[in-house]
């Protein structure tokens, strides 16, 4: 089995689990005052991880509830068992599996599991497809929507930042698109499947489990992705990430974003 076939079965095997949940009373296991996991999260990355093991046991596997597992390697397996916990708690049909393969410094392979649409978005480090039932089909980006997913869980206090609610304030930004918040890394998805026009959101995403597959898929299918200055996500002295159906779209984007700190939303709200 390849990587990329590895990766949409360890994502199908957590998604099935999650699925198996959905609507079911859970436990809930509280991380911070706002963040919680449930049992759903936790087997399901049980059943990825040990579906991971099995295929390739030299690998280490970096898992959002379990940690860092197997021995080092340049070989990494990213896990995040089910990006939407709250959205499940509460039987909205917005959640993702991810799965992603870090070799190197390069994600070789990623897929990413709708459980409720039983869809399954992945790449193989070269193009990207979605699964369903009925076969592949491959992912064409698209601005014809106009609507941008905002991440609004990515606040931060520190003067300078990006402000999400400054954007989706913006005139430019409310004549031109539709604002989004979908809270879940699905939405990287629907940019690459053409779905969505764009999302933005703030932070870093060095070996985040959350937003590897994301990146990895919406790269593959064509994407503009890059972070909030237009650099390469991650680089030195940058933050955040901006992915866009054309370069048209994210450089517009990029540009409301640039307007969108606590100095200048400050003058335009």
């Given amino acids: 089995m390849s990587d990329a ?30 963040d919680f996991a449930t049992t759903a999260d936790i087997e399901a990355e049980r059943a990825i991880v040990a579906f991971l093991r099995e295929a390739r046991p030299d690998d280490a596997v970096l898992g959002e ?32 599996t991810n799965v992603a393969l ?36 491959p992912l064409y980006p698209s601005p014809d929507s106009a609507l941008v997913e905002v991440n609004l869980d990515a606040v931060h206090p520190d003067p300078g930042r990006f402000r999400p609610a400054v954007l989706l304030g913006h005139p430019d930004f409310r004549a031109r698109y539709g604002g989004r918040v979908l809270s879940t890394t699905l939405a990287l998805a629907w940019v690459a499947a053409g779905r969505r026009a764009a999302y933005v959101t703030d932070g870093r995403f060095t070996d985040n489990v959350h937003f590897a597959a994301g990146i990895a898929i919406c790269g593959a299918a064509g994407c503009v992705v890059t972070d909030l200055r237009g650099e ?17 779209t994210h450089d517009h984007l990029l540009g409301l974003c640039a307007n969108s700190s606590e100095g200048i939303g400050k003058q335009q709200v």
């Avoid at 360890?10 to 999650?18: D, F, I, L, P, Q």
């Avoid at 680089?235 to 992915?243: A, E």
Wanted: hydrophobic share 45%.
């Fill in 5 to 34: 076939e590895l990766a949409v079965a360890a994502a199908e095997a957590g998604a099935a689990v999650v699925r198996a949940h959905y609507g079911a009373e859970v436990e809930r296991y509280a991380k911070s005052p706002t």
């Fill in 65 to 96: 509830e379990s940690g860092l597992t197997g021995a080092a390697a340049r070989r990494t397996w990213l896990v995040d068992p089910l990006c939407g916990t709250l959205n499940f708690a509460v039987t909205t049909p917005l959640i993702a």
């Fill in 102 to 137: 870090r070799v190197g410094d390069r994600i070789e392979a990623a897929a990413s599991a709708d459980p409720i649409a039983r869809e399954v978005f992945w790449t193989d480090g070269v193009g990207a497809w979605c699964r369903t039932p009925v076969g592949d089909a």
């Fill in 232 to 248: 390469a996500v991650d680089s030195p002295g940058g933050s955040g990430l901006l992915v866009a159906a054309d370069r048209e």
